[in-house]
Nanobody, 116 residues
Framework: QVQLVESGGALVQPGGSLRLSCAAS????????MAWHRQAPGKQRELVAS???????NYADSVKGRFTISRDNVKNTAYLQMNTLKPEDTAVYYC??????????WGRGTQVTVSS
């Protein structure tokens, strides 16, 4: 059974930092592209960052220079380091895995709220 479990979401003040984790099981983690998406209230889900099996990263323009995606293929965990958080970063953050031969899986999300 495939499971992606996000953790690390919290209430943080503007300018603060958080690190999200996505623990994966039931997939061949090292061959999957891992990604973080987010969905704010009333808005569509959007891609925040992705990292391929080879380590190539991609970021949304809105988070470039502030967020860093990484992966640990030993721990089967993906991370999203978020710095200089802004109120507009408030959203539910979802972890996603993709491999061409096994498809796409999603976690259930973790809430990030940026507010003073």
């Amino acid at each position: 059974q495939v499971q992606l479990v996000e953790s690390g979401g919290a209430l943080v003040q503007p300018g603060g930092s958080l690190r999200l984790s996505c623990a994966a099981s039931g997939i061949a983690f090292s061959v999957n592209t891992m990604a973080w998406h987010r969905q704010a209230p009333g808005k569509q889900r959007e891609l925040v960052a992705s990292i391929t099996s080879g380590g190539t990263v991609n970021y949304a323009d809105s988070v470039k220079g502030r967020f860093t995606i990484s992966r640990d293929n030993v721990k089967n965990t993906a991370y999203l380091q978020m710095n200089t958080l802004k109120p507009e970063d408030t959203a539910v953050y979802y972890c996603n895995s993709y491999y061409i031969y096994t498809g796409t899986y999603w976690g259930r999300g973790t809430q990030v709220t940026v507010s003073s």
